[in-house]
Nanobody, 118 residues
Framework: QVQLVESGGGLVQAGGTVRLSCVASGSIFNRNVMGWYRQVAEEERELVATLGESGGLNYGHSVSGRFIITRDAGANTVTLEMDSLKSEDTGLYYC????????????WGPGTQVTVLS
């Protein structure tokens, strides 16, 4: 099993910056992907950004150029810096972990709320 603990989020004015962090613990497989998804209002959960331990990088189209994902593979930590926030970025942000070996399945954190005030 893998546990994900998120931190960060909260209220921020439009145009501001928020940083989210997530630490993974438990049965971590050395080859993996970590990142963030979000759920906005009643929409489906959507990709924000993911980053593999070997460097594979993906951003959601609506955040590319504004958000930056980084990770510390040794600490099993992934961070998302969210700049130039817009009201439509408001939502519940979930940390994501996916091992590339062993028991292959998706793991999710409990979510952290980000609310952008316009």
């Amino acid at each position: 099993q893998v546990q994900l603990v998120e931190s960060g989020g909260g209220l921020v004015q439009a145009g501001g910056t928020v940083r989210l962090s997530c630490v993974a613990s438990g049965s971590i497989f050395n080859r993996n992907v970590m990142g963030w998804y979000r759920q906005v209002a009643e929409e489906e959960r959507e990709l924000v950004a993911t980053l593999g331990e070997s460097g594979g990088l993906n951003y959601g189209h609506s955040v590319s150029g504004r958000f930056i994902i980084t990770r510390d593979a040794g600490a099993n930590t992934v961070t998302l810096e969210m700049d130039s926030l817009k009201s439509e970025d408001t939502g519940l942000y979930y940390c994501y972990y996916h091992p590339l070996g062993g028991v292959i399945r998706d793991y999710w954190g409990p979510g952290t709320q980000v609310t952008v005030l316009s």
